[in-house]
């Protein structure tokens, strides 16, 4: 049972621009939303994350916007670069709850 | 980077031998979690410790088995090793999601069982 939709799975963009990744939750009770940045080789570093008492989070290029009531939220990264290509994955964490739920991560490519 | 370590780092193992994991940190945090990662899967929660000597189940826990007699070891074990557990095993600590919001990653073990 998944209960956090990452999509798409690879994605492909040139150099200065837009990238986007949505992600989908069901369970309500969730209340943390981060996002995980993963170079080849290396462990998941956490890149950006976000409470549902806002909408929105900006940190320099990379900007996390939330959707409550659809229960999504994505990350953009705004003037992409090669040295953004990694994999990303979103998450999903519950008050009292240690746990996180990943979603299956995106490939992104920044061609230069 | 956190203070974590995994070794092995890689290893190669044939199908039905035992195999232990380590994870180390230094950063005495409570709450440790072990991970695999596979394509097209992601992460998954394979057991998780909230303390010394106490675990939990993720999502993905049969076939593996933990332990933690200290705040700074967490061990995942492969009872009997089969060609399915081929992943990339990656151990994270955290302080307490209500405090630091963030789980962070050791560098990860490449586990090929043959």
């Known amino acids: 049972q998944q209960q956090v939709k990452q999509s798409p799975q690879s994605l492909i963009v040139q150099k200065g621009g837009i990238s986007i990744i949505n992600c989908a939750y069901e369970?309500?009770?969730?209340?943390?939303f981060p996002w995980y940045q993963q170079f080849p080789g290396k462990g998941p570093a956490l890149l950006i994350a976000i409470r549902p008492d806002v909408s929105e989070k900006k940190e320099g290029r990379f900007t996390i916007s939330f959707n409550k009531s659809a229960k999504q939220f994505s990350l953009h990264i705004m003037d992409s670069q090669p040295g953004d290509s990694a994999t990303y994955f979103c998450?999903?964490?519950?008050?009292?709850?240690?746990?996180?739920?990943f979603g299956k991560g995106t490939k992104l490519t920044v061609n230069p | 980077d956190a203070g974590i370590t995994q070794s092995p780092r890689h290893k190669v193992t044939e199908t039905g031998t035992p195999v232990t994991l380590r994870c180390h940190q230094t950063e005495n945090h409570r709450y440790m979690y072990w991970y695999r990662q596979d394509p097209g899967h992601g992460l998954r929660l394979i057991h998780y410790?909230?303390?010394?000597?106490?675990?939990d189940k993720g999502e993905v826990s049969d076939g593996y088995s933990v332990s933690r007699s200290k705040t700074e070891d967490f061990l995942l074990t492969l009872e009997s090793a089969t060609s399915s557990q081929t992943s990339v095993y990656f151990c994270?600590?955290?302080?307490?999601?209500?405090?630091?919001?963030?789980?962070?990653f050791g560098p990860g073990t490449r586990l090929t069982v043959t």
């Open positions: 410790s909230y303390g010394v000597k106490d675990t």
């Open positions: 998450a999903a964490g519950q008050g009292g709850s240690e746990k996180l739920v």
């Open positions: 994270a600590i955290s302080e307490s999601l209500a405090v630091s919001y963030e789980q962070y």
């Open positions: 369970n309500t009770a969730f209340d943390y």
